[in-house]
């Protein structure tokens, strides 16, 4: 058994991790911390938690409360882990950051694209960037691992095995993405107010989003030069959610794009590669772990269209982040993650 803290519990990845740890045999939560909250059971504010941590409240951040835990997860805004992750890992506590705190390996465009200086650029070459389908060698050796955004999962994960064997063109990649409004957090936005965002759908961030330069930082890897992306994200009038449709132009006969997908991802526990012909759904990922991906290549022509849904507080945050943790000690990739999607 381990012991974990949560730095942000009361937040929708916060909640998320808790949630999904319930159901984890190996880990006790240790710390759970809230500035607005400290003091209240945590079942009282999530009663869905009821008779799952009894006695557990929120407490403020106490950092040697935090260095008593094997790991923390950091589920708070953009510059709370660059002030604390350097002292938990100088005592011994590994960090699994769900923030974009540690990302982007080039500490000066994190600080164009956050607008604040870098707090913690000598931690940079020590993280891992939390994509398993990727860095699952590297993440078991981590101390500290900087979980991938939402978008950025998604639309790396379909783009992947087409960069990989270099069969599109990486100078004109486009990735049109929609997401449902919890993954603009808890904190009250007129944006997220039900009467501004239901029976709307409106894009956002065309002209430069925050995770553009973190897909084309995973994107470049994979394609070993850089990748030229178009990312447009849009707010979708759904609770959870992200729906990636991914387009590029093919240079090289494909061969089976089905069997490429099927294979590249055969033995990933977090990806599901669907028949040809699918359109997956939101809704069939809702409150798990998985990746589903769909591969088409209308009229047999030159255009490659790939469909990825994740469910933005699980594969994109909060399972995401269990999946690290797990890796890093040694536990079974998936524990915690098993149960399948709410239909309908
Ligand atoms: N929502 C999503 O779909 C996704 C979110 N993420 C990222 O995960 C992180 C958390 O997101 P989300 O749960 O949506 O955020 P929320 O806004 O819902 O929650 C933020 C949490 O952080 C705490 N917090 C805020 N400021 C500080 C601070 N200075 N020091 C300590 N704790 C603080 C808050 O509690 P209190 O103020 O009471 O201390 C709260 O519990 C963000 O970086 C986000 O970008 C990543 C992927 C997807
Ligand atoms: C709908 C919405 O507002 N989505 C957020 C992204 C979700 C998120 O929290 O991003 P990270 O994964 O980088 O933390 C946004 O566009 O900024």
Not at 36 to 45: F, P
């Amino acid at each position: 058994m381990i012991k974990v803290g949560i730095v942000g519990g009361t937040g929708y990845t916060g909640v998320e991790l808790l949630r999904l740890l319930a159901g984890h045999p190996d880990v006790e939560i240790e710390a759970i911390t809230s500035r607005s909250e400290a003091g209240l059971a945590v079942d009282e504010l999530y009663p869905n938690l009821r008779g799952h941590y009894p006695g557990l409240a929120f407490s403020e951040p106490d950092p040697e409360r935090l260095a008593a835990c094997d790991a923390v997860f950091f589920a708070t805004p953009h510059g709370v882990a660059h002030a604390l992750a350097g002292e938990l890992l100088e005592r011994g506590t590994r960090v699994i950051d769900l923030s974009a705190d540690f990302r982007l390996k080039d500490a000066e465009e994190w600080a164009r694209w956050y607008g604040q200086p870098h707090g913690a650029p000598a931690l940079l070459e020590a993280a891992v960037y939390g994509l398993p389908e990727v860095n699952r060698d590297a993440i078991r050796q981590a101390r500290l691992i900087a979980v991938p955004g939402c978008y950025p999962t998604a639309v790396q994960l379909g783009l992947l095995p087409l960069l990989e064997q270099r069969l599109i063109d990486p100078d004109h990649v486009i990735a049109d993405c929609k997401s449902g409004v919890t993954g603009a957090g808890r904190g009250a936005k007129v944006g997220s107010l039900l009467a501004e965002a239901s029976e709307s759908m409106k894009a956002y961030g065309a002209s430069g989003h925050r995770h553009l330069p973190e897909i084309r930082q995973g994107l470049g890897q994979a394609a070993g030069q850089p990748v030229g992306l178009t990312f447009v994200p849009h707010l979708t009038p759904m609770i959870r959610g992200i729906h990636a449709t991914l387009y590029g132009r093919l240079t090289n006969d494909p061969g089976d794009l089905q069997a490429l997908f099927e294979q590249r991802f055969a033995d990933e526990p977090a990806v599901d590669v669907m028949p040809a012909g699918s359109h997956p759904e939101t809704r069939s990922v809702k409150g798990t772990d998985i990746c589903r991906l769909a591969v088409h290549r209308p009229g047999d022509g030159d255009t490659v269209v790939v469909l990825a849904v994740i469910d933005n507080l699980v594969k994109g945050a909060s399972g995401q982040a269990i999946q690290n943790l797990n890796l890093m000690f040694g536990f079974d990739e998936m524990a915690g993650l098993q149960a399948p999607a709410l239909m309908p």
